[in-house]
């Protein structure tokens, strides 16, 4: 075990499934407290700005933390 899986309780801190300025074709499941879209990417969160339940976008990612990702509409996902 290395010092820094020690220090850091052996978190996931590796590798995230998303990346800051690449679009994604995500669904809209949930809404946070703040009111944005929640979607999540091979479970990943990622909130969405002025994202809605039931709402399918392409949604382009701003910033990726250690926990969640946040992302605003680029265009509706046409069915």
Do not use: C, H, L, W
């Amino acid at each position: 075990m290395s010092y820094g899986e020690r220090r850091f309780g052996g978190g996931n801190f590796g590798a995230k499934p998303v990346e800051t300025g690449k679009e994604y074709d995500v669904q809209i499941t949930e809404v946070s407290r703040q009111g944005d879209g929640i979607a999540r990417v091979q479970g990943f969160v990622i909130f969405v700005k002025g994202g809605k339940v039931g709402q399918s976008s392409k949604v382009k990612v701003t910033n990726v933390g250690a926990r969640f990702a946040t992302a605003e509409v680029v265009a509706p996902t046409t069915q």
